[in-house]
Every structure is written in C-alpha cells, then in structure tokens.
C-alpha cells in the first residue's frame, strides 16, 4: 500500500505550486504594463525632432526649399513659432481622453474578462502607436491627424492599468504588498526607459519608426497576453489570498474563534498567504458604485494627492528631453538617453517607499515625507543640475525617486489597499473601480501638467519648476489628514506595547 506525503511535503509542494503561478502572474502584468508605457515615451523624444534649430545643421545639396527658408528641418505643422504649444496639445489630446476614459475602464473593468479586455486595448494600442509613427512615412503635415491618432491611443490605453493592479490584487493579499508592489511598479519606468532608447535610435534618420517598433512590440505583447494571462487563482486550482478575515478584521488581527477551527486552513498573513477552502459555489458579488468607491476612506484623499503628484511626473515624462535639449545643449538622442536616468531613479523611489510603508504601516506619511523632499530637490536640479553631467545624473536620478516613489505608491499598493478595504465585506469586485477613480483622478493631471509646461516655457523654464514645486507641496498638503490619522494609530500601537511590557 502506497504511503500517503508528509504533511510537510504536501505542503511545500502546493505552496511552490502556488508561488510559481503568482510569480508568473506579477511577471506577466510586469511586462504588460512596461508594454504601455513604452509606447507613451516616444513622442517626448522626437519632440526635439519636429523643431530644430536648422541654421545648425548642413542643408541637403537636393534639398528644393529656399536657402533663407530656416524651418527647412522642422516637420509641418510643428515649424511655426508656436510649436510648443501645438507640441501641449497633441500631449494633452492622450492625456485628457486618457483621464476621461479612466473613469468609465475601471466600470467595464469589473464587469469584463480581463484577459479579454486586456488583449484588446493592447492590440489597438500598438495599432494606434504605429498609426502616429506612419505619419512620417505617409508625409503627413495635418495637426488633426495627430491629435486624432492620441485621442484614440489614450482611450484604449485606459483599459491597462486597473486591468493589471485588478489582477495582481486578485493573485495576491496585503502583507508585504508595499515591497513587492513598488518593485512591480518599476514596470513604468523600465517602460519609459526603454520607449527613450528605442525611439532614440531612429530619432535622428526616420524618426516614424520610434513609434512604430514600440507599437509593433506592444501589440505581439496583446497577443501572448490573451494566450496567457490568467485572472483567477482558481481558474488553476491556487489558494486564493487573504485580504480580510471573514469577519471584517485586518488580515494582520487575529480572530480568535477561526483558529483551528472551520474546514479552511489559516497560514500568517503575507503576499504569499491563502487560505485553501474546499470550492463551493457561492454568488458573486455585485459590482461596486462609483458614489459606493468614493465613500471608502482614503479614496479621495489619495485621488487629489495623485492629480498633482502625477502633473509633476508626466511633465517629467513629456517635456525632460526637451528641456535638456534646450538648457544642456545635447543632440535629441542624447537628451533622450540622459532623461533616463529619472526613470532610474524613479524605480529606486518605488521600490523605497514600498519598503517604508510597509515597514511603518504608514502609505500616507511615506508619500507626504517623500514629497517634501522632492520640492527642494528640483529647485537645485533646476539651477544646478545643467552644471556638469556628474550633477545633472545624480540629481536626475534623486529627483526621479523623490517624485515618482509617491506615484508609484499611490498608483499600486495604496490603490489595491483601498480595493480590498475591509469595509467592502470581501467584495474584490471593487478593486477595479477603486483603481480607475484614484488613476483618473490623478490622469487629470497628467493632462493639466504637460499642457501648463508647454504654456509656461516660453517665458521661462525656471516658471516651469515654481509650477512643479506648487503641484507637488499641495499633493503633500492633501495627505495631512491621512497622516495624522497614521501618527495617532502609531502612538496608540507604543502605548499598547509600553502596557504589554509593563505587565
């Protein structure tokens, strides 16, 4: 007669099981998500592309324009004297349909198969990226073209973000979730590095083809997407994870009437933590309101906070080339290569933050102390950070982990966190609504920040950065509540601890 496993060995092998797939899980939405935001780079690279300055450059011998013309090298309609504020409003064209369609993504996010609605939007985000670049090809000179083409790249481009922290929240529970979401979260920066240094390739010769290599790449990724992306742990037989215990406790409290009690086994709240139930049918629950998401505590805080801690890093995102190219005097590939390094510096910021809050049990005070850091920081980058390249990488890299370390927090754990709050009884299903509102809410000013950037820099780049450091004191100011909140929960935790001590 066979004998049956240790229960030792059973367990390590479900467990490793279960940790293969949520380590799939996380590296696929990895690759998903750096996907996306490869595909947003591009055009702030060949910004610098579209308006030379062409008295520079070696006209052509063939070239059939006039010797006087000084726009010769500058592509139509981007030639005119006002070519940044026509460069804002192809920005804010993505921007702004990107923040409209945030809100409504997140609805048919929760009522939609993600592996479906996932598919799709990369699918016609790749084809709408491509569109963009084949204007070069197509000799395209029509403003409405472009502003077009982002429109609807910034609709479809709606459909990855509560997607993927829906699905990374439906494989994982809360402990630890800070860590391992701020290295998750480094996907939007390894997305942006990549976008810069693949749109730099070309960026000097056909610059079409800096947009369409990166849609072609995000739309092979739609398609392994919708070959491999798995929503549920039980669609594969996983243990499904803890956000909560049954009663409405946090999931770090103990319930003293579950222990060993019930036919579920508990295990220590981690990211790794499940509870394997034998299945049973039970009724799913209903899709979460918008007025229902906004009641949670927290929502709306985190949701102001974002709008201006994202205006600071999209402005980052759309207008850094640019600005180095103009106050530096590097070559457009150059500008896109060292614009990098914030990006590098914004994976350090996430993954610290994580770190921090998870460490402190304080999302709040880690974004609000990261925030204040920030504004001194750029003011120095602004009037030192052109003094040398050594200065400008290492204030580059500071000020990409200052800034972006609280959008990242924001954007992945504080939103799963919220998602899965325990006022919600265990409905998941509100996760991707909870997500969409904090992201769109903050997409609006990803929007506000690139268009007030290209309306300020005519009369100066140091008007820029007093704009940046006013956004990103009043996302600090919003978050004082919260923070007050956590300090008060931290000395009540001490005086339990000094009574425990003393008894």
Same mark, same amino acid.
């Given at each position: 007669?066979?004998?049956?496993?240790?229960?030792?060995?059973?367990?390590?092998?479900?467990?490793?099981?279960?940790?293969w797939?949520?380590?799939?899980?996380?590296? +696929?939405?990895f690759?998903?998500?750096t996907?996306?935001h490869?595909?947003?780079?591009?055009?702030?690279?060949?910004?610098? *592309?579209l308006?030379q300055?062409?008295?520079?450059?070696?006209?052509?011998?063939?070239?059939?324009d006039?010797?006087?013309d000084?726009?010769?090298?500058d592509?139509?309609?981007?030639?005119?004297?006002?070519?940044k504020e026509?460069?804002?409003a192809?920005?804010?064209a993505?921007?702004?349909?990107?923040a409209?369609?945030?809100?409504?993504?997140?609805?048919f996010?929760?009522?939609?198969?993600?592996?479906?609605? +996932?598919?799709?939007?990369m699918?016609l985000?790749g084809?709408?990226?491509?569109?963009?670049?084949?204007?070069y090809?197509?000799?395209?000179?029509?403003?409405?073209?472009?502003?077009?083409?982002?429109i609807?790249?910034?609709?479809?481009q709606?459909t990855?973000?509560?997607?993927?922290?829906?699905?990374v929240g439906?494989?994982?529970?809360?402990?630890k979730?800070?860590?391992?979401?701020?290295?998750?979260?480094s996907?939007?920066?390894v997305?942006?590095?990549?976008?810069?240094?693949?749109?730099?390739?070309?960026?000097?010769?056909?610059?079409?083809l800096?947009?369409?290599?990166?849609?072609?790449?995000?739309?092979?990724?739609?398609?392994?997407?919708?070959?491999f992306?798995?929503?549920?742990p039980?669609?594969?037989d996983c243990?499904?994870p803890q956000h909560?215990t049954?009663?409405?406790l946090d999931?770090?409290?103990?319930?003293?009437e579950?222990?060993?009690n019930?036919?579920?086994?508990?295990?220590?709240?981690?990211?790794?933590?499940a509870t394997?139930?034998?299945?049973?049918p039970?009724?799913?629950?209903?899709a979460?309101?918008?007025?229902?998401?906004?009641?949670?505590?927290?929502?709306?805080?985190?949701?102001?906070?974002?709008?201006?801690?994202?205006l600071v890093?999209?402005?980052?995102?759309?207008?850094?080339?640019?600005?180095?190219?103009?106050?530096a005097?590097?070559?457009a590939?150059q500008a896109?290569?060292?614009?990098?390094l914030f990006?590098?510096?914004?994976?350090?910021?996430g993954?610290m933050?994580?770190?921090?809050?998870d460490?402190t049990?304080?999302?709040?005070?880690?974004c609000?102390?990261?925030l204040?850091?920030?504004?001194p920081?750029?003011f120095?980058y602004?009037?030192?950070?052109?003094?040398?390249?050594?200065?400008?990488?290492v204030?580059?890299?500071?000020?990409?982990?200052l800034?972006?370390g609280?959008?990242?927090?924001?954007?992945?754990?504080?939103s799963?966190d919220?998602g899965?709050?325990q006022?919600?009884k265990g409905?998941a299903k509100?996760?991707?609504?909870?997500?969409?509102?904090?992201d769109?809410?903050?997409?609006i000013?990803a929007?506000?920040?690139?268009?007030l950037?290209?309306?300020?820099?005519?009369?100066g780049?140091?008007?820029?950065?007093?704009m940046?450091?006013s956004?990103d004191?009043?996302?600090c100011?919003? +978050?004082?509540?919260?923070v007050?909140?956590?300090?008060l929960?931290?000395?009540?935790?001490?005086?339990?601890? *000094?009574?425990?001590k003393?008894?």
């Amino acid at each position: 007669m066979r004998s049956s496993l240790a229960p030792g060995v059973w367990f390590l092998r479900n467990f490793s099981r279960d940790s293969w797939f949520r380590g799939f899980i996380l590296l +696929l939405t990895f690759f998903i998500y750096t996907c996306y935001h490869m595909s947003r780079k591009p055009i702030s690279v060949v910004k610098s *592309r579209l308006h030379q300055n062409c008295s520079e450059l070696l006209k052509p011998i063939n070239d059939s324009d006039s010797l006087n013309d000084t726009t010769w090298c500058d592509w139509a309609p981007f030639d005119k004297n006002n070519y940044k504020e026509l460069l804002g409003a192809v920005d804010n064209a993505f921007l702004v349909a990107y923040a409209i369609g945030m809100f409504i993504s997140g609805i048919f996010g929760e009522r939609l198969p993600l592996r479906y609605y +996932l598919s799709a939007g990369m699918l016609l985000s790749g084809l709408f990226t491509s569109l963009f670049g084949l204007g070069y090809f197509w000799n395209i000179h029509m403003l409405w073209y472009f502003v077009l083409i982002q429109i609807c790249n910034g609709l479809v481009q709606t459909t990855g973000w509560p997607s993927v922290v829906t699905c990374v929240g439906n494989w994982f529970g809360k402990g630890k979730r800070g860590l391992i979401m701020g290295i998750w979260n480094s996907h939007t920066s390894v997305g942006n590095i990549l976008g810069s240094l693949i749109a730099g390739v070309w960026v000097n010769e056909q610059w079409g083809l800096s947009f369409v290599v990166p849609g072609i790449i995000t739309a092979a990724m739609g398609v392994l997407t919708f070959l491999f992306l798995i929503e549920y742990p039980e669609d594969v037989d996983c243990t499904t994870p803890q956000h909560h215990t049954s009663d409405g406790l946090d999931e770090n409290q103990d319930n003293p009437e579950d222990l060993g009690n019930g036919p579920c086994i508990n295990k220590e709240s981690s990211l790794e933590s499940a509870t394997r139930c034998p299945k049973e049918p039970r009724a799913q629950p209903a899709a979460i309101s918008f007025l229902g998401a906004l009641r949670i505590p927290g929502v709306v805080e985190f949701s102001l906070c974002l709008l201006f801690a994202k205006l600071v890093s999209y402005t980052f995102l759309y207008w850094l080339p640019l600005y180095i190219f103009n106050v530096a005097h590097f070559s457009a590939k150059q500008a896109g290569d060292l614009s990098t390094l914030f990006d590098v510096g914004g994976i350090m910021g996430g993954i610290m933050a994580g770190l921090i809050s998870d460490y402190t049990n304080g999302r709040a005070t880690t974004c609000c102390v990261m925030l204040i850091l920030a504004a001194p920081m750029m003011f120095l980058y602004n009037y030192i950070g052109q003094n040398g390249i050594t200065n400008s990488i290492v204030m580059l890299i500071i000020c990409g982990a200052l800034v972006n370390g609280p959008y990242a927090l924001i954007t992945t754990a504080v939103s799963a966190d919220l998602g899965t709050h325990q006022s919600l009884k265990g409905n998941a299903k509100a996760l991707s609504t909870v997500t969409a509102i904090i992201d769109g809410t903050g997409s609006i000013g990803a929007a506000l920040g690139p268009l007030l950037a290209g309306l300020i820099s005519p009369t100066g780049w140091n008007n820029v950065f007093y704009m940046l450091i006013s956004a990103d004191i009043l996302a600090c100011l919003l +978050l004082c509540r919260l923070v007050y909140k956590e300090l008060l929960a931290w000395k009540s935790s001490l005086s339990r601890d *000094r009574g425990y001590k003393e008894i």
